[in-house]
């Protein structure tokens, strides 16, 4: 049996950065409220022109240069997004085309937050099947560009970036267990209620933003991060003890302390890029994971849990030795 271990990991922020005190410039807020609400004190805006792909691009050719591999080594592209630079095609077939592997599958994942999660799940069983021997998987997001930017409630959390990871199959594990959930109960709590095949106002500009009760998101997020691991690692004979790095989606400071504390798992061991970047929604695991391999905070050998959460809702856990 194949396993699946990453063995190169990229990321990619654009260069504009919205700080809380430009924020409070725009609407009714403070930076001290943001920071104390959310942990988030600045975060990355995409240029205008700039898309999805391009910041993937960028993710994925770091990923790439770290694993050591050529683009034609590649034989699957999946990206979770939720923004894409088109209805149709895929970002990951218009990655492909800037990566010039052509021919093997590429498709994105639409599970909004979880997106990454998913991808790397579909990723892994794509490897253990023996149908991929290289997969570049992304979570890339352009989410701001579906931010109203009067709403006070969601503007301060949400930034844009790209993160990659290159897997290759492998006798030595790899990502042990995965396990993805959705609950589409929960769709009006999180998300943007306009679309290609519902009855979307076309007259009304840029109308297609996100809402979001957050308050209550926050609830079950909490909830359910907690829950999905306790899950994974009983499964799998393990404490919370065993994990060298817990990597949740960074939606927030305090979703993420809370979890912690609920889980018994000291703030040291969770990767908390939250500051820096904000809510990068598909892009904020990867883009954790590549920060906290950078700075030598993973290393090989330890083992690794990656949480996503997002709209619909999705969640989602991969557990992993790195
Ligand atoms: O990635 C997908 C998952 N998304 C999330 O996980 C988001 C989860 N939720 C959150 O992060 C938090 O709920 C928020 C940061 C969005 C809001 O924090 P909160 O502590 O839940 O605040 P709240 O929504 O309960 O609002 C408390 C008060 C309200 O005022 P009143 O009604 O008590 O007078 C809001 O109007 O804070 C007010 N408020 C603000 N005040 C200053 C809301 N946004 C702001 C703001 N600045 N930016």
């Given amino acids: 049996m194949n396993y699946s271990r990453i063995i190169g990991t990229g990321g990619y922020l654009p260069e504009k950065i919205l700080t809380n005190a430009d924020l409070e410039q725009m609407i009714h807020t403070t930076a001290e409220w943001i920071v104390e609400r959310t942990g988030v004190e600045q975060r990355h805006i995409a240029a205008p022109g700039e898309t999805t792909c391009d910041l993937a691009e960028q993710a994925s050719r770091r990923a790439l240069a770290a694993a050591g591999i050529e683009p034609r080594d590649i034989d699957l592209i999946i990206i979770g997004t939720t923004t894409p630079d088109h209805v149709f095609p895929s970002v990951a077939t218009q990655l492909q085309h800037r990566l010039g592997c052509y021919g093997c599958p590429a498709f994105d994942v639409q599970a909004v937050c979880t997106g990454f999660v998913y991808s790397l799940d579909i990723a892994n069983r794509f490897i253990r099947t023996g149908a991929s021997r290289h997969a570049l998987v992304v979570g890339a997001d352009t989410f701001t560009r579906i931010i109203n930017w009067q709403d006070r409630g969601t503007c301060i959390l949400f930034g844009d970036g790209a993160g990659a990871v290159v897997l290759e199959a492998s006798e030595e594990p790899g990502i ?122 993973i290393q090989r050998g330890d083992t690794l849990l990656l949480e996503g959460f997002g709209g619909g809702f999705t969640w989602g856990v991969v557990l992993l030795i790195y």
């Fill in 176 to 297: 042990i267990d995965s396990r993805l959930h959705a609950d589409g109960r929960y769709k009006e709590l999180l998300w943007v209620p306009a679309g290609i095949s519902s009855s979307y106002d076309k007259t009304r500009k840029n109308a297609a933003f996100v809402e979001m009760r957050g308050s209550e998101v926050f609830k079950v997020a909490v909830t359910t991060l907690k829950e999905i691991t306790e899950q994974i690692l009983t499964a799998n004979n393990m404490e919370v003890s065993d994990l060298h790095w817990l990597i949740p989606h960074q939606a927030n400071r305090r979703i993420l302390a809370a979890t912690a504390k609920r889980l018994g798992l000291p703030e040291h061991r969770m990767v908390d890029c939250v500051r820096i970047h904000g809510n990068t929604s598909a892009a904020s695991v990867p883009l954790a994971l590549d920060v906290a391999v950078r700075d030598g905070r």
